[in-house]
C-alpha cells in the first residue's frame, strides 16, 4: 500500500523559504503512470493546488507561486521536494503531497503538515 | 484558470436521504472531474474519477455525473458517516483547481 508522509519545519520566518520533503513508501516512484503533486489548505478554507512533478523531472507549477516555487525529486531516495521561497503569512496552510494516476487522479494523500510563516 | 463553483455551500439532511451537490466549471473541462471528501483535521479522500468512476473501496453509494462544464455528485442514501465537506476538483487544464466546498451535516 503507497504511503507518503510530508515532513519539514512548522514555522518559518517571513521572508524565508519553505522547505517540504515527501517521503513514499510502498510503491514504484519511476512509473510513468504517477504525477506526484503538492497541494494546500489554508486554515478554513479550499484547497490549493501548487504543482506537480513527473519521474522525468518535468514540472508543473501554479502560475500564482511559480515565481516563487521549485519542485524535485530524487527517485533514489523515494522523496520528492518543495520550496517556496520569500513566504508571507499568506502562506500558512496545511501543505500536502499526494499521487496522482494520469487516470485516476489524486488516489493517495499524506496526512499533512501544517507550515505556519511567522516571527 | 477555471473557476469550480459549488453548490449547496452547506446542507443538511437525514439519514436515509437522497443528497446532490452540484459543481459548475467556468469553462468545459470535458470528464476531467474529481471529487474527494475530507474530514476535520483529516486529508481528502477521493471518491469520484473521471466524472463517474467509482473509485476502489468506496460506497456504491456515490455516483457521479455530467461532462463538459455541469457535474454532480449524489449521495443515494446519506449515513452518519458521511457527514463531512465535499470538493470537486478539475484536471483538465493547469493549474488544477477545486471549488470551494460542500459541507454536509445530518440533521
Known amino acids: 500500500q503507497v504511503q507518503l508522509q510530508e515532513s519539514g519545519p512548522g514555522l518559518v520566518k517571513p521572508s524565508q523559504t519553505l522547505s517540504l520533503a515527501c517521503t513514499v513508501s510502498?510503491?514504484?516512484?519511476?512509473?510513468?503512470?504517477?504525477?506526484w503533486t503538492w497541494i494546500r489548505q489554508h486554515p478554513g478554507k479550499t484547497l490549493e493546488w501548487i504543482g506537480n512533478?513527473?519521474?522525468?523531472?518535468?514540472?508543473y507549477r501554479n502560475p500564482s507561486l511559480k515565481s516563487r516555487l521549485t519542485i524535485s525529486l530524487d527517485a533514489s531516495k523515494g522523496q520528492f521536494f518543495m520550496k517556496l521561497s520569500s513566504v508571507t503569512a499568506a502562506d500558512t496552510a496545511v501543505y500536502y503531497c499526494?499521487?496522482?494516476?494520469?487516470?485516476?487522479?489524486?488516489?493517495?494523500w499524506g496526512q499533512g503538515t501544517l507550515v505556519t510563516v511567522s516571527s | 484558470d477555471i473557476q469550480m463553483t459549488q453548490s449547496p455551500s452547506t446542507l443538511s439532511a437525514s439519514v436515509g436521504d437522497r443528497v446532490t451537490i452540484t459543481c459548475r466549471a467556468s469553462q468545459t473541462v470535458s470528464n476531467w472531474l474529481a471529487w474527494f471528501q475530507q474530514k476535520p483535521g483529516k486529508s481528502p479522500k477521493l471518491l469520484i474519477y473521471?466524472?463517474?468512476g467509482l473509485e476502489s473501496g468506496v460506497p456504491s453509494r456515490f455516483s457521479g455525473s455530467g461532462s463538459g462544464t455541469d457535474f454532480t455528485l449524489t449521495i443515494s442514501s446519506l449515513q452518519p458517516d458521511d457527514s463531512a465537506t465535499y470538493y470537486c476538483?478539475?484536471?483538465?487544464?493547469?493549474?488544477?483547481?477545486f471549488g470551494q466546498g460542500t459541507k454536509v451535516e445530518i440533521k
Open positions: 473521471k466524472a463517474s
Open positions: 499526494a499521487r496522482d494516476h494520469r487516470v485516476n487522479g489524486t488516489t493517495h
Open positions: 512533478i513527473f519521474y522525468s523531472g518535468a514540472t
Open positions: 476538483q478539475q484536471q483538465s487544464f493547469y493549474p488544477w483547481t
Open positions: 510502498g510503491g514504484s516512484f519511476s512509473r510513468g503512470d504517477y504525477y
